[in-house]
């Protein structure tokens, strides 16, 4: 089945403590996202990747970290996380959007900063 | 830089209606446009695209879009609206030929079908 899998799919931490949310996608896909949902903002890009080892920033990318070693995994990565930084947040994978291609959204995960 | 507006924060309409909700963009050149729905507790699912061609596409669940260039928009059309249809909608906008890299969603638009 092709799937898109976030972990963890909820998260309450502290101001300052690192953390990592994994995706990964099955589908062989080279073009995988972030994005951040925020009620009244819709959702906003925060990285992007094209490929392994390349990636470039997204309208959000202040605070956030991405690496992309493998094809199917894309994590995210907040050094310090701030209270601004809850949100809802998704990662995407697809092929590079041609007229016969779907881009494939993880479940999300939920984050709460303190 | 491209840019997505969807004018209203909720549209209502009974089941069996016609249901429109309503997108435009700004974005130069030839844009790509996308619908992606995100139904109760649940992710974001693609809906359709408009890359090039017939000014009218055709998506997943009986959902259609009609690209105006003229009018830059791009409105989500369905001919006969389910109460399982009620979701949240973004439109989004990519500049052209990037496909899906570099998308620009739209504040979303709460669709509500009453039986």
């Known amino acids: 089945e092709a799937q898109v899998t976030q972990n963890p799919r909820y998260l309450i931490t502290v101001t300052g403590k690192k953390l990592t949310v994994t995706c990964s996608q099955n589908m062989n896909h080279e073009y995988m996202s972030w994005y951040r949902q925020d009620p009244g903002l819709g959702l906003r890009q925060i990285y992007y990747?094209?490929?392994?080892?390349?990636?470039d920033k997204g309208d959000v990318p202040e605070g956030y970290k991405v690496s992309r070693k493998e094809k199917r995994n894309f994590p995210l990565i907040l050094e310090s996380p701030s209270p601004n930084q809850t949100s809802l947040y998704f990662c995407?994978?697809?092929?590079?959007?041609?007229?016969?291609?779907?881009?494939?959204f993880g479940p999300g995960t939920r984050l709460l900063v303190l | 830089a491209q840019s997505v507006a969807q004018p209203e924060d909720q549209v209502n309409v009974a089941e069996g209606n016609p249901l429109t909700v309503k997108c435009t963009y700004s974005v130069s050149g030839n844009p790509y446009l996308f619908w992606y729905v995100q139904y109760p507790n649940r992710g974001l699912q693609f809906l359709l695209k408009?890359?090039?061609?017939?000014?009218l596409v055709k998506g997943s669940y009986g959902f259609e879009a009609e690209f105006n260039k003229s009018q830059t928009s791009f409105h989500l059309k369905k001919p006969s609206a389910l109460v399982s249809d009620s979701a949240l909608y973004f439109c989004?906008?990519?500049?052209?030929?990037?496909?899906?890299?570099?998308?620009?969603f739209g504040t979303g638009t709460r669709l509500l079908v009453s039986p």
């Open positions: 408009y890359i090039t061609g017939d000014n």
């Open positions: 995407a994978s697809s092929l590079r959007g041609g007229v016969q291609e779907t881009q494939y």
């Open positions: 990747s094209m490929n392994v080892e390349v990636t």
């Open positions: 989004a906008v990519s500049p052209p030929n990037t496909g899906f890299q570099k998308l620009v």
